[in-house]
């Protein structure tokens, strides 16, 4: 270009830049930019928080980015600028303005004594020969010291069946070992082990050469002595703090012994107890029966002022008992109602009628809830059947079903309208699909590991079923909602898939993630450097960045 064209550009092109720039001031004063909405929160007007934590967004609720916490419970929730006005010289403040924050995820089924003694444990899920459970078995007796007792869990349906007592007897050389088959229904005890139960039940086991299973491992489970609270301790922390880091605020324990309750309850004490914690004594124990009977308990399990009612306190909740009707699929001793496609046997209901009846009233007289292992199709029909011919009274807890994996449709209809909860552990179907077929046949399949056909008729809520399965919420979700998975991957028939939002609702204890954190909530949230929405609907990971149990920080991510 020339140089007088050059000056023809800049004498036409620099008034026109001028005119630009004018024009863009002009219509900034005639169109100013929307004004930030005035600080702004709902707060119950009574004193300093002791928290703050400013987020991005609340999931569910527009215009609000942050909560203000005192004495474990929401006091305040809006704007971040309104909710700071709050804050005084002890509340702390904790700023992540690209964070998403929602309530915490419930495993609404664990064995968290199995869990964290797993720690100590011989681990033999990935165990798939004789010689090397054995060699196993000898290695941690060597290293126990030949002390106490040993115990291994994750023990292989086949193995299982191989192996005996005088086989552990020769590996352990004398000691006290107890392998629980991986369903958790069944195990192998050394003779050396029997010998130490009450008479009654080591000829039981003798005579089963150690191999037992059901309600006989249940009475062998029962006699093995407790764990030292000291070395229980900080084997629950473990679990516990991995269970938080997933953002996990509470979890809910199955047919828990007595002396895990006391373990909780001293962590609690300590100010250490990282996520809330709800327990469901085994039903059949010494403690859960007191419980039924409305007996004094032990006084870790008494509530105030000698209330025999379910002790509670801020973290940890007795709020009833567990009973298991049935077996397990894979071990066929879940109750069906006709005999398994490729075994002679319909598996076995642990208890008649009349006792489930008994004991339902007996937990409706205490105020107490119910929760029922029930696999087997017959095992559900059972309580539908109990259920059906009481009369409860108006506020009875709802009776939980554990599990439900196989429902027909003649008992799914007859649970219409009673009051129960089912409890799923959506991850067991794809877990189980290597056997589940040929367990039930093809007649049969489209009524195991249902979810929508579950929450048209009842609550769904999800659980892990911890450590026979991983405790992965989003996981439990993604399985619910088939995200990225096909029906055969996920383990469940076509048309079983539920949306995103009951899936989430189911791994929340029910509750759902809409708009949770309401002023006088339970301060129990997470707050996530991304919606975990995004990952069910195929987005990239998310993880929590600050977990909040009770008004208190349990886990920050290191930044």
Sequence with gaps: MTRPARCRWAVIGLPLLAL??????????LVPPPEAPPPRADSDDRG??????????????????AVAVRDGRIVARGTADGVL?????????????????????????????????????????????????????????VANGYGGWVWGFGLRQP???????????????????????????????????ARAFPVPLAHEVTAAAGRIEERLAGRAWRELPAPRVERLKPLLLDVLHGLSRKG?????????????????????????????????L??????????????????????????????????VHVAGVKFWLDGSLGGRTAALAQPYADAATAGTLHHADLQLAQWLAAADAQHIQVALHAIGDAAVAQIARVLAGMRRPADALPTRIEHAQVIDPTTLARLRGLAIVFSIQPLHAPADASFAAARLGAERMPWAYRATSLAAVAPVIAGS??????????AMARNLAQVGLTPAQAGRAVGE????????????????????????????????????????????????????????????ASR
């Design 20 to 29: 630009a720039a004018g024009c863009q001031a002009v219509m900034a004063f």
């Design 48 to 65: 300093t928080p002791d928290l703050v934590v400013i987020a991005g967004t609340l999931r569910g609720v527009v215009g609000d980015q």
């Design 85 to 141: 006005q709050l804050v005084g010289p002890t509340t702390s403040v904790v700023r992540e303005p690209n964070g998403v924050l929602l309530a915490g995820f419930v495993d609404a089924h664990v064995h968290l004594e199995g869990a964290a003694l797993l720690a100590d444990a011989i681990d033999l899920r990935d165990a798939d020969a004789d010689a090397d459970v054995l060699q196993r078995v000898s290695a941690a007796v």
């Design 159 to 193: 193995l299982w069946q191989r192996l005996s007592a005088i086989d552990l007897d020769r590996a352990a050389r004398g000691a006290r070992v107890y392998l629980s088959r991986a369903d958790g229904h069944g195990a192998i005890c050394s003779l050396a082990l």
């Design 248 to 280: 996990i605020t509470e979890i809910h324990a199955m047919g828990a012994p007595e002396w895990l309750h006391n373990a909780l309850a001293t962590l609690e004490l300590e100010g250490r107890l990282p996520v809330r914690t709800v327990l469901f």
């Design 282 to 315: 085994d039903g059949e124990s010494t403690a859960g029966q007191r419980l039924l009977r409305g007996e004094v308990l032990s006084p870790a399990l008494r509530g105030e002022a000698g209330n025999v009612r379910p002790y509670r306190s801020r973290l």
């Design 465 to 474: 079923d911890l450590p026979v399965g991983p405790s992965d919420p989003l």
């Design 497 to 556: 898939t539920v949306d995103v939002d009951m899936a989430l609702r189911a791994v929340s204890g029910g509750t759902g993630l809409a708009d949770p954190l309401t002023v006088g909530a339970r301060a129990d949230f997470v707050l996530w450097s991304r919606d975990p929405v995004l990952l069910l609907q195929g987005g990239e990971a998310v993880e929590p960045l600050l977990v909040v149990v009770d008004g208190r920080v349990t886990f920050r």
